[in-house]
Structure formats: C-alpha cells, structure tokens
T-cell receptor
C-alpha cells in the first residue's frame, strides 16, 4: 500500500548547495506533479509531467528542474538552493485528469535552506 | 486566471460544534471542485468532490454543494470531533486540464 513515496522527508541545505528530491508512485499513474506549500499560500504547482519523458512548467518553476525518465519516478532538482526555497514540497500523481479525477499525495519533504 | 479563495484560519471550535469553511472560486469555465484534508504530519487526501453545478459531495459527515450562481463550494459539518483537526484545502480542476488549483488552506482546531 505504498502509493506515493517521497525521499527524503527532511533536509537542511546551505545556500548554494544542490539536491534532488525523489518521488516514486506504484499506481501506474500517467500524471505526476511537484507542489510547494507555504503558509497562507496553499499549494503552488512547480512542474508537472503527463507521461514518461515529458515535463512542463507550472506556476512557480524558477530555480527548479525536473526529470521523468521512468513512469513511476519524478525527480525535482535544486541546482543552487536559496533561502526562498525553504518550504514543504509535495509530490502527487493521478490518472489523466478527467471530470473529478483524484490526485494522490506523498507525505511531503520539509526543506530548510540556511 | 483561475483562483480559489478560502476563509483564513485558524478556526477553533469545541467538540460537537457546527463547522462552515467558506470557499469561492474564479474560473472561466465549469471546473470540478474538491476539498482535500491534511492531517498533521501527512500529505493531502481527498475528502470530497463535485463535478457539476448543484452536485453535493459528502464524506465522513462533511458536505459541500457546488453553487455555480455564487461560485462557491463551502465545506460544512454538523458536529465536529477532535479527530477533525487538520488543514482543509479547497481546489478546482478543469476537465482534461493539467493541474489542480488550490486555495490557501484553513486550519481547523477542535478542542474537547
């Protein structure tokens, strides 16, 4: 019953360091997403993918890159971390979006950039 | 662009009190509407949804009705429990679209 699994769960980075967040889903979903959650701002979409080998920008893509080399994995990279990227990051997956399609979320990664 | 506006929290209630969390949206078409809930330390999970005007979504004693005329999808529960303490997110999605658009979230705290 894994669903959507995010790695790591917590991380502290120094400004300028790089890191990759890994998202894995075992539901054979076509669509995958990365969101960031900031107080009072809800969830904002960073990047998403509608299938293996495809990615697209969301609402707040600057400073992030993504890759979807395998259908079950969606990686989020920070090349040079900044304090403004301190946030909680959520990965989600879903079937192709139709009327009322449900998205499934991971437990989140809390990232602090100092 | 599309947007979702929720009442700001936190909302603090005593057990068995009535709950209403307001949600209004701005959209050019006819989206599907959702309420997601985030319990402490967990990811979001779907609470209920409605896909067309006048539909009522319900789950775990919570209800919300898709009101096209007022562009609203308010979340209601007649009697809250301590276990309902969580953050609640209203969201919209277009059919065959590529993303969910979320409101800012409303934290609910229920005291015994």
């Amino acid at each position: 019953n894994a669903g959507v699994t995010q790695t790591p769960k917590f991380r502290v980075l120094k400004t300028g360091q790089s890191m990759t967040l890994l998202c894995a889903q075992d539901m054979n979903h076509e669509y995958m997403y990365w969101y960031r959650q900031d107080p009072g701002m809800g969830l904002r979409l960073i990047h998403y993918s509608v299938g293996e080998g495809t990615t697209a920008k969301g609402e707040v893509p600057d400073g992030y890159n993504v890759s979807r080399l395998k259908k079950q994995n969606f990686l989020l990279g920070l090349e040079s971390a900044a304090p403004s990227q301190t946030s909680v990051y959520f990965c989600a997956s879903s079937p192709p979006l139709r009327q009322g399609t449900e998205a499934f979320f991971g437990q989140g990664t809390r990232l602090t950039v100092v | 662009g599309d947007s979702v506006t929720q009442m700001e929290g936190p909302v603090t209630l005593s057990e068995e009190a009535c709950l209403t969390i307001n949600c209004t949206y701005t959209a050019t078409g006819y989206p599907s509407l959702f309420w997601y809930v985030q319990y402490p330390g967990e990811g979001l999970q779907l609470l209920l949804k409605a896909t067309k005007a006048d539909d009522k979504g319900s789950n775990k004693g919570f209800e919300a009705t898709y009101r096209k005329e007022t562009t609203s999808f308010h979340l209601e529960k007649g009697s809250v429990q301590v276990s309902d303490s969580a953050v609640y997110f209203c969201a919209l999605m277009y059919n065959a679209g590529n993303m969910l658009t979320f409101g800012g979230g409303t934290r609910l705290m229920v005291k015994p």
